[in-house]
């Protein structure tokens, strides 16, 4: 890396550090400038755009996001201080610091203003100001954006599978992950301590809307789980595709006409996010376990990757078929 790239690097890093230091501050800031015309308390949750229906106490508002704020800062900034951790991983630190930050600040800022503006809780109209709430929320592109992107990985481009002019391929691979068992038994244990007790004790029918609704989220959690148990991995002549098996819900489908390359190499959790369906800002990932995975990058310059046993026989296979005239599939292929 030459003098002018380090240079730019590491004033990036300054940058990124200084916009996880920007919120706290700027949480900080505002309560000085708005404590003569706060309430005691403030507005905390609105059911429209109208005025908010309910309230909660200004100091502990403030208190919570400047202490949430602050920690996430810290994190972010210790991760990016330590020597050991690799930048992909930081990147991504960064950005899941930013999240939490965001959502601190949007606790904070947008409710005490509007509530300064209205003199009181009651009176505090929400309004257009949803869209600053929601801007709030995805501050974590910003510090993500700023921070270095990281050298691409030790990766391996197998040589693409040749195949003849009236040739094509397939190559179908059954996937189980086993974490996201437990996790789905998990999730139904923590659904019958929660739920079971109610039902017999007729707390549903005291509060069914509430009850309704949180059972509701908790099945949906329990199908967005459970759909990663079992997936069919499938790479042929209409590209890649990845299905789950338990309930054929398709998970992932990239066209061959939207291929650019295919590598393999080793995927780590911490650098795509975590397990299971990771989306962030330019890649997603199918994450199962630690070990040997594909990536596809699209024409667009977007990265998908997922976790096989055997990624260099999919990827030789997707990368010939994508520079692969391919024949005419009415009239049979082998």
Known sequence: MNDTATRLNRTRLLLAGVALVLPPVVIALTFMIWRDGLPDRIASHWSDLGAADDSLPTIGVFLTALVGSGIAALVGLVVMALPRVDARTARGTVFWV????????????????????????????????????????????????????????????????NLAPTETGAWTRTVTANIFVWVTVFVIALTAVIYIPATLSGGLDESLGAASFGLVVMLIALVAVASFIRLRVTVDWRGLRVVSLLFGIPLKRIPLERVRAVESTELRPGEWGGWGYRIMPGRSALILRSGPGMIVTTVDDKQFAITLDDPDTPAALLSGLTHHEQPDMSEGTR
């Open 98 to 161: 930013g999240m939490v930050q965001g959502i601190a600040a949007a606790i904070w800022v947008i409710p005490a203003w509007l509530t300064v503006q209205a003199g009181t809780a009651d009176g505090a109209v929400l309004g257009p100001w949803i869209l600053a709430l929601v801007a709030c929320a995805l501050y974590g592109v910003v510090p993500y954006a700023i921070f270095p992107r990281p050298a691409l990985p030790d990766v391996s481009t197998p040589e693409p599978l």
